[in-house]
T-cell receptor
Framework: SQTIHQWPATLVQPVGSPLSLECTVEGTSNPNLYWYRQAAGRGLQLLFYSVGIGQISSEVPQNLSASRPQDRQFILSSKKLLLSDSGFYLC??????????FGPGTRLTVT | RKEVEQDPGPFNVPEGATVAFNCTYSNSASQSFFWYRQDCRKEPKLLMSVYSSGNEDGRFTAQLNRASQYISLLIRDSKLSDSATYLCVVTNPESGSARQLTFGSGTQLTVLP
């Protein structure tokens, strides 16, 4: 069966510091991968998606970037965090359908 | 107009009650629809897909009205464990192989003892 991992689970970072969040999927090949952000009390905002290794599409302009160095690895990064980057970051995968399955998320607080 | 609109609630209902959530979507070309459940401070989890003919999974019934661009979720005999936020989700038909989803902001349900 497929599983999806995210780490770290929680993170507190100062403004201006770098960020690296990691997501890995097991038990599937060539999945679509997605990064979402959910601000407190808000809906899910799609940040990036990837349909294959090295293929990244951005949905919103921001100071974040994403990379997919391996088939089942998806990384979200920032060189300099802003206060507005605080939120709940969720990685999801999908395989040959629209049904997406989410990882446990990373709760980021920028101070 | 939001792409997917839901009543945010909160809905506070007693155990055993029947509760219904509604959702409207703006893109008439959307083809697939889902309900996700999100517990407090947790990730969303797929609850059920919504089929044109309507579908039922135990105490949960989902209905789709394409003409009105309207989706509903009915929960019968509510349990305390049903307390969560319910997200209405619609596919983005223009997303091609990316298979993007558009999420509503969710309806919060609290089932009271």
């Amino acid at each position: 069966s497929q599983t999806i991992h995210q780490w770290p689970a929680t993170l507190v970072q100062p403004v201006g510091s770098p960020l690296s969040l990691e997501c890995t999927v097991e038990g599937t090949s060539n999945p679509n991968l997605y990064w979402y952000r959910q601000a407190a009390g808000r809906g899910l905002q799609l940040l990036f998606y990837s349909v294959g290794i090295g293929q990244i599409s951005s949905e919103v302009p921001q100071n974040l970037s994403a990379s997919r160095p391996q088939d089942r690895q998806f990384i979200l990064s920032s060189k300099k965090l802003l206060l507005s980057d605080s939120g709940f970051y969720l990685c999801a995968w999908a395989q040959d359908s629209y049904e997406q399955y989410f990882g446990p998320g990373t709760r980021l607080t920028v101070t | 107009r939001k792409e997917v609109e839901q009543d945010p609630g909160p809905f506070n209902v007693p155990e055993g009650a029947t509760v219904a959530f509604n959702c409207t979507y703006s893109n008439s070309a959307s083809q697939s629809f889902f309900w996700y459940r999100q517990d407090c401070r947790k990730e969303p989890k797929l609850l059920m897909s919504v089929y044109s003919s309507g579908n039922e999974d135990g105490r949960f019934t989902a209905q789709l009205n394409r003409a009105s661009q309207y989706i509903s979720l009915l929960i019968r005999d509510s349990k305390l464990s049903d307390s969560a936020t319910y997200l209405c989700v619609v596919t983005n038909p223009e997303s091609g192989s990316a298979r993007q989803l558009t999420f509503g902001s969710g309806t919060q349900l609290t089932v009271l003892p």
